[in-house]
């Protein structure tokens, strides 16, 4: 997972604080937003295991915080539902002009029910997921009763919600009452996923089959059994994070990565406009290599001789295995760590000469089992006998044609 932070520019000019996750391996096939719940903000575990789950299957997801929350400026009181829907609309015309349009977003609670307002709104959303959202923003009104009397009678009330005081506004609770979430999400016309926990207590279930049932399909409802509202329990949200990214790639475009043809048991791939970032088939597997960003690659792969280093560790490996599996010897894991660099010969004659310096592999060993002395001294010598480090050793020669 690659992290950066970023700002960006609400309707009513405040800058609000986000979060953009990328993919460690490849650039992203396709842009996500993601809605918080109501008071939380964009540094809640659930969200950013959701978030992690996305971004290891290809997306990258902006979370962020809302207007008022977190590290965004602007006052909550001020806020209103109406507000977290454009702030979501702001994260996409963001996206939009910097990367790419969104075409996922995901709502948790109240920000599910935002996310559905803002997917009707935000042309380029393809698919929308909400997780624990209530079927009417006015829900909501049910977490404020405390506070709901002195609201109405003096137009605000400071409120105590999971431990934390906020001031709420009466024009709060009155966009609250125009927004009827079913006729929204009648008229949709994008895939909904909807995922809800039989056993929460702050939203109920009940939420989820109005939603669900006001849709129009594609759409589909997942159980979050033994969950609860806030998924607490990390297994909890990463197995959202999984479930959205495998539903939302039947409605989303993701690229197939060309497959190669070849004769031969490597093939490397790689376009002008890729940098380092090459596609590499390896016999019958398909992975990609690069170069460190110091030298101007993505570092989505391993370099060329992290990949050399990478066949002499395999293969040391599975040379000292084979070899104590015929003796019957007690060894039960092998470890084999490989560093590549230039250094001097030993006995080096012309140490202070750059020149003299030779490609070198560092290679350490670290056994475990029942082994004794001899055991383990045959053991080292057998690892300088694998494949690949005979072919190291010995004189090679590259053998290159073009082809027609």
Request: with cysteine; net charge negative; charged share 20%.
């Amino acid at each position: 997972m690659s992290l950066s932070k970023i700002t960006f520019t609400n309707a009513e000019g405040q800058k609000l604080s986000g979060r953009l996750e990328l993919p460690v391996d490849q650039h992203p096939h396709n842009f996500a937003l993601f809605a918080h719940c109501f008071t939380c903000n964009k540094n809640l575990g659930a969200v950013r295991n959701i978030s992690r789950g996305l971004t290891s299957q290809g997306f990258g997801v902006l979370r962020f915080d809302f207007t008022g929350l977190g590290e965004s400026e602007g006052d909550f009181a001020d806020t209103n539902f109406s507000g977290n829907v454009e702030d979501l609309i702001a994260a996409a015309n963001f996206l939009k002009e910097e990367y790419q349009a969104p075409t996922l977003i995901i709502g948790h609670s109240l920000g599910g029910a935002a996310a559905i307002f803002a997917a009707s709104q935000i042309e380029s959303i393809k698919a929308v997921a909400t997780v624990g959202a209530p079927s009417n923003p006015k829900h909501v009104t049910h977490l404020l009763k405390s506070g709901l009397d002195e609201i109405e009678a003096t137009g605000k009330a400071v409120v105590n919600l999971s431990g934390r005081d906020f001031t709420i506004k009466k024009q709060f609770i009155e966009d609250l009452e125009t927004k009827s979430l079913p006729e929204v999400a009648k008229n949709l016309n994008k895939a909904l996923l909807v995922m809800h926990s039989p056993q929460d207590t702050t939203v109920g279930i009940i939420n989820a089959e109005e939603i669900y049932h006001a849709a129009k399909h594609p759409k589909s409802f997942v159980t979050l059994d033994g969950a609860d509202h806030l998924l607490m329990n990390k297994k909890d949200s990463v197995y959202v994070g999984k479930v959205i990214a495998g539903w939302s790639s039947r409605y989303v475009e993701i690229p197939e990565t060309p497959k190669i043809n070849s004769q031969h048991h490597v093939v490397a791939s790689l376009d002008d406009a890729e940098g380092y970032t090459t596609q590499m088939k390896v016999g019958n597997h398909y992975m990609v290599a690069d170069e460190p960003e110091s030298v101007g690659g993505n570092d989505f792969g391993p370099s060329p001789y992290e990949l050399v280093s990478a066949g002499l560790s395999a293969c040391t490996a599975m040379t000292i295995k084979m070899y104590v599996s015929r003796k019957g010897w007690d060894l039960q894991n092998v470890e084999v760590h490989t560093s590549y660099g230039k250094a001097h010969a030993v006995d080096c004659e012309n140490c202070e000469d750059p020149t003299a310096k030779i490609d070198t592999f560092d290679r350490e060993i670290k056994l475990e089992g029942n082994l004794d002395e001899k055991q383990i001294q045959r053991i080292l010598q057998i690892a300088d006998k694998c494949p690949v480090h005979k072919t190291l050793h010995s004189e090679t020669q590259v053998i290159t044609k073009l082809i027609q």
